[in-house]
């Protein structure tokens, strides 16, 4: 009998929310979801504050110990290289037509894709549910995500 490898279900752990991390895990869920796959985000650690009401829209690039930044780690931690790496990617970003974070959210969830904050992460940082976006689906331990993730065809990709 012959199996059937075509991807059904990606799920996606986010663990840092760093404008490239976030940025990357955005597209692929919405590749997915524009491929007729269905796509959940798992946010856990930093990853949170992607989905943190009050931090989705401070997001910024990491210039410190970021080997894909091409300048050493020491101009990386001067001051206001942080802020200006930040701006020139949120202008690559807008120039390309990719939306900022609140929107590509709203256009994920819209389109189906599941979000899930972890359970443990929001307990470690003191958060509740009301800190995090409207469109949230719920908060899951790790065991209730991995049961998701059941069935032939799921990927789970960690970000």
């Avoid at 869920?29 to 959940?40: D, L, V, Y």
């Avoid at 985000?41 to 990853?47: E, K, S």
């Avoid at 990719?98 to 994920?108: H, M, R, S």
């Avoid at 819209?110 to 003191?126: N, V």
């Amino acid at each position: 009998m012959e199996k059937n490898n075509k991807v059904k279900k990606m799920m996606l752990i986010l663990s840092k929310a760093t404008l490239d991390n976030v940025y990357a895990c955005f597209i692929l869920a919405n590749g997915a979801r524009m491929e007729g796959i269905e796509s959940e985000i798992f946010f856990t650690f930093f990853g949170l504050e992607a989905i943190q009401k009050s931090r989705l829209e401070h997001l910024h690039v990491a210039t410190v110990g970021n080997p894909a930044m091409h300048i050493p780690s020491m101009l990386g931690g001067l001051p206001g290289m942080e802020a200006m790496a930040t701006k020139m990617m949120k202008k690559k970003i807008e120039d390309l037509d990719i939306p900022p974070i609140d929107e590509f959210l709203e256009i994920l969830t819209a389109s189906g894709t599941k979000i899930w904050a972890c359970k443990l992460a929001m307990d470690m940082f003191d958060l509740e549910e009301k800190d995090l976006i409207d469109d949230l689906d719920g908060v899951l331990t790790v065991g209730d995500f991995y049961g998701r993730a059941e069935g032939e065809g799921t990927h789970v990709v960690f970000i």
